[in-house]
């Protein structure tokens, strides 16, 4: 900076900015109050202060001095040379110091210990690490050779120019202090030592902390908020908000206190602390005179009190004690100084009043310095003093010899000589003496007080010496003598000391009044005659002038403290000041930069992490099973639970463990564990602390949004959106919630996504939980509870993953109504609670009318009830069922295998109620904070669900977490379901409901990774997979039954009085009393306010005791839940809308065929499908949807559709596309297929929107992409090494899949501009390998992330999606000399995976042909042989549907693989078929181009219309043998149109 400013290419006004001119220095010594302040800090703001303007600010030079108040004594040492050279050479500097508000403190505070405010007892470690650094620098030998040879100052001369740090203050001031050299020499060539080119590259590296402002230490100015990490960058980078570290550079400490204290040569460290001390303080003595004496030259009251302000700050409390020499000797030096100044102004003006009346008032300071300090320590009556203090009263004498002044100070002189006498060491005494005696000689003394005064402050001396026969009474007899002769008569002595010896003349007077002295006669004289009236005298002639002197100190404090807070009072304008015109900038600068800088380091991570998650996932395939280096001998694989769920909220995959551990250890522990010591209960310590949070009302949850937020969420129109650049909304700190873990992170919501950045230390595979998510692809947001805080958000996706995200309270429903603000397309949830979000959802009436499952029902009321499988304290709850566990068949007729459900388990037993009852009636808390409750423990908590899992991951370890890192005990593990049920009913203190993984998962029946559980007590039986009830043949079995009696009459006519338990109005008040239904109170939602809570340990107690116990869910309904309609009232309930629709696999027996012709007459019909998610808005509801056929000739027609008639139940309506028939308006794919290929409904993918059509099978290996609405293609995609020959895409249509002959699959991401597919992604998103021969048929479902792929070679493969890492291969069973080829596969909702193989070789249809089952996690399942080729096939729920070449449609159960119903013949090779989303009708296209409808042909009324007529008039006709199986539909009757000239409604 000096350089800068002393440059002329630098602006002027870039010159004040350097100089502080706007704001001044005073402020950034308060900015660096806390700091460590080092040597380079103060060396330049002095020179900058100093040498770069014509004239000195003193203002700014005093605040660099109050900084360095804090620095090392040598840097002290130095700028208080600067300082004096400044006074000694620029005549008014003196007077500019002293017009400097608080300058006497800020001068005084150089005085301070090292160590004195922040701590410094640094400067000891650094001398320590200079003189080791030192010791490095010079061999022994040569500092041997050195120390004999030279001289001290030579030794530091020598040491500070091998230091790098060595600068021009260090070098110039070695010159005297009175020396003739210029003050500050410009062109000094030992000054530009550290700056010469050659010495450049050494100096820089030695100092890093150059090379950035180092603002570290302040606290005052932070510059960065508190937080976490940038996510995925390394663990030391510096986050682009949370740190302005500088990026370049570390600044080492170390070096940083070398570089302090290594600047100076004369002041280097090997000096002793002592010399630097003493050197100071005569420095500053020297400054202090200066100011004192030059700089304040009047003599009136103000200028005195400003003299004073000097000695107060000395005494000020808090800082007396911590100078480096006691106060009163540094004022005893300031005063001689003064005196000494005070001496040689009155000899040179002998007639200046001013001067006079200056020594005049220090007379009377020093005699009240010595008669208050110099009564405690004696070593302030100095010779010195004593000299000085004579010649100033002799040059006083002169100028107040007529005056009524010089009385006083004749007094004064007398009582300070008495003072010297009495207190002062031999020479002084003699001096004293000598000097008082001469003054008697001359003196007339009249005054008898006055007489008795001077001898009874001598006589106290003398009796002194007398006693302790010291050789003070030498000096003291001459004296003595004069002064009995001057006062003998005045005093009477003749008359009262009549043995008193003579006085003149007399040579043994030494030793007579020695001896005299002794006598009772002297002594009575003095006590009774001498010592009343010496006080007497005293008070008289001195207190005045004490109380003056007490009233002058008190206004010296006063105004030093008056001018001290107008100091502070400026600084702190100052401060601002800086901080706004400095420390901002320069904080915005410095996080712009860090943002670059670690955006930088992000992008490198990522691509590290990238490389490494690439090279993860390539040396897995590698060497897995289908691998090129595959290893011979596969090492086992074992598996944990992963976080996908289907669209019914089932976890069902497991993932492979790579991180997996048998747990042994655990094992160990437990089986040598002995006495279970339990731990003490922490209810009685926590009581108290639950009285001050307990909360009397509950307050819903729910957001109410001001009313401009809620007009705000208006759709920004497409075009404007895509113009707009992504831009950040909000960003906020919170947590991401699983079940293994909290990990910290950052959410920032932009425009068009939502990022997740991890912010832990310690990331998973490295890679950790970043998450980036489309806008559109979030379909809800739930208010969420996290910890009995409603402070957190549930966010679920089109893809059915979900992420529970904790904030701080106050910032949840912020980022709520952020994200309603961009209203994401999908998303339906407003702010709403729990309660109205239910009752809004028709969820209930949907159940009651039985279009939803008793399961799914649950498991939507545990989700909007705030269950979550993110939180184990709140996993969603399934009600026991059964109550038969024993019998070896179970019977879901008979009523007596079920569990009543109108009652809590606690109590299904009988004989447990009545205890239950009294126990509540009995409760009764003294303190009255727990209200009566009938259960201590609860249905649903977080060890209860660990306890069902424990056999799965990561549930196995989190079970050994909560179990102090051991295995509970084997028997009171989970090892049988009979023994659950029978431990329920025996205990009534044992309340545990169900997990839905009961309904759904067998695989946590199975011990699959052998862990070791233990042994049972009395059976000594290994605890190994769960004992299954009887009438369960396998886990599977179970799971199906189970599931069978949860969709069962019983439990549907009953399951809404548990409803009513859990979740309805028997959860709590009157109801839940009298249903023998009360828990404890701290379970329920809303009963404590944990933020009441203050102490931080006593909240995360009681957190952690809630979380263990269990947590009651949200209250849904206040009313009792409606019962379900039987089976039979569903049918039979009239409707009253004409739009309602036949579930056709409730009513399978009652299946009619329709057809419609005209389509393609005579071409096969490939593909015919209702996309099911088309687009209607409110306007149009009720207009037909759009129904796409792919004729053999490439034809494509959008027909229109309605699953219903209004006319006639259980009827359709279709409205053909008449461009099928018109050649010139025909649209076709484009485009030569493959020679060769079979042409089949594989190759064609309509998006679920029915604006695109992926189509392939094409020669170049091209994928085309067809807009339908446009009619053409616009999308042409080439990957693929081969003929591509299958396609498939997923329920959410997100992804597609494509297989090839190349042996690979692809899968690809369907672009999306709100919402709305609009192409295909340029690259695939995954390339899958692993297959021999040409794959024959894909499958993928995007919510459980796994793809499947069969090929010629007679394997299936499954991978996963997001990583495409390989999982299995599926093997279906075959004779292994035949050569089997899988040409079709469909996956089920849970995720079952159904396989059809053929057999090439074999010729005949017997034993060809063969559908497989397995399960989502590869467990083979069940195989069943076919008689017919199948060409077709979809899963819908339970059932699976095949069409065949040989023109069957077949109808199976997914779990048997048996027919559900005789196939229906279609007399017709079939090419597609395909269920509409209502599940009303199947769709089949046939050989001779037909479109088949199947439907429920249920007897129905007939509304009276003429297409009734119609219908029947031509009914013989479709009556003939040919078409027996087929009934007509009114709208097919294309042949009959010209006839009867017929339209249909408006159509």
């Not at 799971?1039 to 009459?1049: D, N």
Request: aromatic share 10%.
């Amino acid at each position: 900076m000096e350089q800068m400013l002393k440059c002329t290419n630098v602006y002027e006004r870039s010159k004040q900015h350097i100089r502080l001119r706007e704001v001044g220095y005073s402020g950034l010594g308060l900015l660096l109050n806390e700091a460590l302040v080092n040597t380079s800090l103060i060396k330049n703001l002095t020179h900058q202060i100093i040498n770069t303007d014509p004239v000195i600010n003193f203002k700014d030079l005093l605040s660099v001095v109050y900084i360095s108040h804090r620095a090392h004594i040598n840097v002290r040492v130095a700028i208080c040379r600067k300082v004096l050279q400044i006074l000694q050479f620029q005549p008014d500097a003196a007077h500019q110091i002293s017009q400097q508000v608080g300058w006497q403190d800020t001068l005084v505070r150089l005085f301070l210990k090292a160590k004195f405010e922040n701590g410094n007892t640094l400067h000891k470690h650094s001398r320590a690490v200079l003189m080791k650094d030192n010791d490095k620098n010079m061999s022994t030998e040569d500092t041997k050779k050195n120390s004999d040879e030279k001289t001290d100052e030579e030794k530091i001369t020598s040491f500070a120019s091998a230091n790098v740090s060595s600068d021009q203050w260090s070098l110039e001031d070695r010159h005297s202090l009175d020396s003739n050299t210029p003050l500050f020499p410009e062109d000094s060539s030992v000054g530009e030592l550290s700056f010469k080119s050659e010495n450049q590259e050494e100096f820089w590296h030695s100092n890093p902390s150059h090379l950035s402002l180092d603002l570290s230490g302040i606290d005052s100015c932070e510059m960065s908020d508190s937080g976490s990490q940038v996510p995925d960058s390394l663990p030391s980078t510096p986050s682009p908000v949370e740190s302005t570290k500088s990026f370049s550079v570390h600044s080492d400490r170390e070096s940083s206190i070398t570089n302090d204290m290594g600047f100076s040569d004369d002041f280097s460290l090997l000096e002793s602390q002592e010399r630097c001390e003493e050197e100071l303080l005569q420095l500053l003595t020297h400054i202090l005179n200066y100011v004192m004496c030059k700089g304040l030259e009047k003599s009136d009251d103000d200028t005195w009190i400003e003299r004073g302000q000097v000695f107060s700050a000395l005494s000020k409390p808090g800082i007396s004690s911590e100078l480096l020499r006691p106060s009163d000797e540094i004022k005893l030096t300031l005063l001689q100084k003064m005196l000494e100044w005070a001496i040689s102004e009155n000899r040179e003006a002998k007639t200046n009043p001013v001067t006079a009346e200056n020594a005049f008032r220090l007379v009377l300071i020093i005699q009240d310095f010595l008669q208050s300090e110099g009564l405690v320590n004696s070593n302030m009556w100095t010779e010195k003093l004593l000299e000085d203090m004579m010649l100033l009263f002799d040059c006083l004498s002169v100028c107040y010899s007529e005056s009524p002044v010089w009385v006083k100070l004749s007094q004064i002189q007398i009582q300070l000589l008495l003072g010297f006498i009495g207190r002062g060491n031999l020479q002084v005494c003699a001096m004293a003496s000598a000097k008082l005696n001469t003054l008697l000689q001359t003196k007339v003394i009249e005054n008898q007080d006055e007489a008795c005064y001077i001898l009874g402050k001598l006589e106290h001396v003398l009796s002194q010496s007398i006693k302790e026969q010291t050789e003070i009474y030498s000096f003291l007899i001459p004296l003595v003598r004069t002064l009995v002769s001057k006062i003998y008569e005045l005093l009477f002595m003749n008359l009262h000391l009549p043995s008193l010896p003579f006085t003149n003349g007399s040579s043994s007077f030494f030793e007579d009044f020695q001896e005299y002295c002794n006598s009772n006669e002297w002594q009575v004289y003095i006590e009774k005659y001498i010592v009343p009236y010496m006080k007497q005298y005293e008070a008289h002639t001195f207190y005045d002038g004490h109380e003056n002197m007490a009233l002058y100190w008190k206004d010296c404090y006063e105004a030093l403290m008056v001018n001290m807070h107008k100091r502070d009072r400026e600084g702190g304008e100052s401060k601002l000041k800086f901080q706004e015109l400095f420390v901002e900038p320069f904080n915005r600068k410095a996080r712009q930069e860090n943002l670059r800088y670690n955006n930088m380091l992000k992008q490198l991570s990522s691509q590290q992490l990238a490389t490494l998650r690439r090279w993860k996932a390539i040396q897995l395939y590698l060497t897995c099973e289908r691998g090129p280096w595959a290893k011979r001998k596969q090492n086992p694989i074992h598996w944990k639970l992963a976080n996908v769920e289907n669209y019914s909220r089932m976890r069902l995959k497991l993932v492979p463990n790579y991180n997996f551990k048998t747990h042994e250890e655990a094992s160990a522990l437990r089986d040598n564990l002995g006495i279970q010591h339990s731990q003490p209960s922490s209810d009685t310590l926590l009581l108290e602390v639950v009285k001050q949070v307990k909360v009397s009302d509950m307050v819903e949850d729910k957001l109410d949004l001001p009313e401009e937020d809620i007009t705000a969420r208006v759709n920004v129109d497409e075009k404007e959106e895509q113009d707009q650049k992504e831009k950040l909304v909000l960003m906020e700190d919170c947590e991401l919630i699983t079940i293994i873990d909290v990990i910290p992170g950052r959410l920032e919501i932009t425009t068009q996504h939502i990022y997740f950045y991890d912010g832990s230390i310690e990331k998973e595979d490295g890679v950790g939980f970043d998450f980036k998510w489309p806008h559109s692809q979030i379909r809800e947001i739930h208010l969420r509870r996290y910890n009995l805080r409603r402070s957190a958000l549930e966010i679920f996706h089109v893809d059915q993953s979900n992420y529970f995200l904790n904030f701080k309270k106050e910032v949840r429903n912020k980022i709520y109504s952020r994200l309603l603000s961009l209203h994401s397309p999908n998303s339906y949830y407003g702010s709403r609670s729990p309660q109205e979000l239910f009752k809004a959802s028709g969820l209930t009436q949907k159940w009651v009318n039985r279009e939803i499952s008793n399961f799914d029902y649950l498991i939507q009321i545990n989700t909007m009830a705030g269950r979550t499988y993110n939180d184990l304290a709140q996993y969603p709850v399934f009600p026991w069922i059964l109550q038969d566990y024993t019998s070896e068949e179970l019977d879901l007729n008979n009523p007596a295998v079920f569990r009543d459900l109108s009652k809590p388990i606690g109590v299904v037993n009988e004989k447990n109620a009545k205890a239950m009852r009294e126990k509540y009636e009995n409760f009764e808390d003294p303190m009255g904070t727990i209200d009566k409750f009938h259960y201590g423990t609860h249905y649903s908590n977080s060890a209860g669900v660990m306890h069902y899992l424990i056999r799965v991951e990561p549930f196995t370890t989190l079970h050994i977490q909560l179990q102090s890192g051991r295995f509970d005990c084997a028997d009171r593990q989970f090892h049988s379901i009979p023994a659950t049920w029978q431990a329920l009913m025996d205990n009534p203190y044992d309340v545990k409901e169900l997990i839905p993984e009961f309904f759904y998962f067998p695989e946590f029946l199975e011990n699959q990774n052998q862990f070791n559980l233990g042994r049972l007590q009395i059976s000594k039986e290994l605890v190994n997979d769960v004992i299954l009830p009887k009438w369960a043949k396998s886990a599977e079995d179970f799971i199906y039954k189970h599931r069978k009696a949860l969709e069962s009459e019983y439990v549907s006519a009953h399951l809404h009085e548990w409803i009513d338990l859990i979740f309805g109005y028997k959860q709590r008040g009157p109801a839940a009393v009298e249903a023998l239904n009360v828990f404890y109170y701290c379970s329920y939602e809303g009963a404590v306010d944990l933020d009441a809570l203050t102490d931080e340990k006593e909240r995360k107690a009681l957190e952690g005791m809630i979380n263990n116990f269990g947590q009651t869910p949200c209250q849904l309904l206040k009313e009792p839940h409606p019962p379900r309609l039987s089976a039979e009232e569903a049918v039979q309930k009239p409707t009253k809308i004409d739009t309602s629709t036949l579930n056709l696999f409730q009513h399978l027996p009652e299946l009619k065929s329709f057809f419609i012709e005209g389509i393609s007459d005579g071409i096969p019909l490939l593909k015919a499908t209702i996309p099911k998610n088309q687009y209607r808005s409110f306007m149009s509801q009720g207009s037909p949807e759009l129904l796409i056929t792919i004729s053999m000739n490439y034809v494509i027609g959008t027909h229109g559709w309605l699953p219903y008639d209004r006319n006639i139940s259980n009827y359709f309506t279709f409205i053909k596309d008449q461009t099928v028939t018109n050649p010139k308006t025909q649209r076709s794919i484009n485009g030569s297929f493959a020679p060769g290929l079979e042409i089949t409904s594989k190759l064609f993918v309509v998006s679920h929107d029915a604006k695109l059509l992926f189509s392939a099978g094409y020669w170049d290996n091209s994928i085309q992409v067809m807009s339908l609405t446009k009619g053409k293609i616009i999308s042409h995609i080439i990957r693929h090494m081969d003929i591509v020959t299958c396609l498939a895409t997923d329920y959410c249509g997100i992804h597609l899949i494509s297989g090839s002959r190349d042996t690979t699959c692809m899968i690809w991401q369907i672009t999306q501009q709100g919402g709305v597919p609009v192409g295909l992604a340029s690259k695939p998103f995954q390339i899958l390998y692993g297959h021999t021969n040409e794959v024959l048929s894909v499958g993928i479902s995007t919510e459980l992330d796994m793809a499947v792929s069969g090929s010629r070679d007679g394997t299936v493969i499954i991978h996963t999606i997001q990583k495409g890492q390989y999982m299995r291969t599926l093997r279906p069973p075959c004779e292994s000399s035949l050569f089997l080829t899988i040409p079709n596969l469909a996956i089920s909702w849970e995720g079952h995976i159904v396989v059809y193989s053929s057999t090439e070789e074999k010729t005949t249809l017997k034993d060809k042909n063969a559908l497989h089952l397995f399960s989502i996690n590869g467990k083979y399942l069940g195989s069943q042989i076919l008689k017919e080729q199948v060409s077709d096939i979809c899963i819908i729920g339970e059932h699976i549907v095949t069409g065949s070449i040989q023109g069957f449609l077949s109808i199976r159960d997914l779990h048997s693989l048996n027919l559900s119903i005789n196939p229906l013949a279609m007399r017709l090779p079939i090419h597609c078929v395909c269920v509409t989303k209502e599940y009303s009708h199947i769709l089949v296209g046939l050989e001779d181009g037909k479109l088949i409808v199947v439907g429920v042909g249920k007897p129905a009324e007939v509304k009276p219309s003429i297409s009734n007529f119609i219908s029947h008039a031509v009914g013989d006709y479709f009556g003939s043998p040919s078409f027996q199986l087929i009934e007509k539909s009114p709208l097919g009757i294309n042949k009959l149109k010209a006839k009867f000239d017929f339209s249909k409604g408006s159509k």
